[in-house]
T-cell receptor
Framework: AQSVAQPEDQVNVAEGNPLTVKCTYS??????LFWYVQYPNRGLQFLLK??????LVKGSYGFEAEFNKSQTSFHLKKPSALVSDSALYFC????????????????FGAGTTVTVRA | DTEVTQTPKHLVMGMTNKKSLKCEQH?????MYWYKQKAKKPPELMFV???????INESVPSRFSPECPNSSLLNLHLHALQPEDSALYLC???????????????FGPGTRLTVL
């Protein structure tokens, strides 16, 4: 099975500073990676995904992520954090399961809580 | 438009009640999903419908019964739930669950379920 790990439970940054949320992956074959954000009492919102192509992926709300094959990482970044970026962030990888034939699912990391202080 | 809607937003039910959660999307997506999410944890996949047929059931107890009446609607029927079933229930949709699995899943806002 494919998996992702988010090594930090919590990230705290000051508003205006760069924000990085870390994600490493473990896959056999090509990695298909996603980032989602969840604000309190809300559903998950899609930020960006890496399928193939450029290693730097640009997404919603000024976020971008860098795919690094040698380090098996897909870190989420924002050059200048806002207080409104405070939320729970999930990294996910395309996964499948024995017996599922051609069906796929997302396997999520444990999540990283980001707090941006004013 | 990437909107998935879910009703109700909140639901409180007793262990003997029968209730249903509803999910709707009008993006023409042919894959729809139910997830269960506990506080500050990642979503856990429950069911997947592909082209209105149940494709994946992640060993969910029978007190949860999914239904896909048409390509835009997904229901989750609840009966004889336990307090530990209290959680945020999320619906999602994507263009397909096949085709390399690279299609983005779009999530609804969720239904906050409390079982007393």
């Amino acid at each position: 099975a494919q998996s992702v790990a988010q090594p930090e439970d919590q990230v705290n940054v000051a508003e205006g500073n760069p924000l990085t949320v870390k994600c490493t992956y473990s896959v056999s074959g090509n990695p298909y990676l996603f980032w989602y954000v969840q604000y309190p009492n809300r559903g998950l919102q899609f930020l960006l995904k890496y399928i193939t192509g450029d290693n730097l992926v640009k997404g919603s709300y000024g976020f971008e992520a860098e795919f690094n094959k040698s380090q098996t990482s897909f870190h989420l970044k924002k050059p200048s954090a806002l207080v409104s970026d405070s939320a729970l962030y999930f990294c996910a990888v395309r996964d499948t399961k024995e017996g599922w034939s051609n069906d796929y699912k997302l396997s999520f990391g444990a999540g990283t809580t980001v707090t941006v202080r004013a | 438009d990437t909107e998935v809607t879910q009703t109700p937003k909140h639901l409180v039910m007793g262990m003997t009640n029968k209730k249903s959660l509803k999910c709707e999307q009008h993006m023409g997506h042919r894959a729809m999903y139910w997830y269960k999410q506990k506080a500050k944890k990642p979503p856990e996949l429950m069911f997947v419908y592909s082209y209105e047929k149940l494709s994946i059931n992640e060993s969910v107890p029978s007190r949860f019964s999914p239904e896909c009446p048409n390509s835009s609607l997904l229901n989750l029927h609840l009966h004889a739930l336990q307090p530990e079933d209290s959680a945020l229930y999320l619906c999602a949709s994507s263009r397909s669950i096949r085709d390399r699995g690279t299609d983005t899943q779009y999530f609804g806002p969720g239904t906050r379920l409390t079982v007393l």
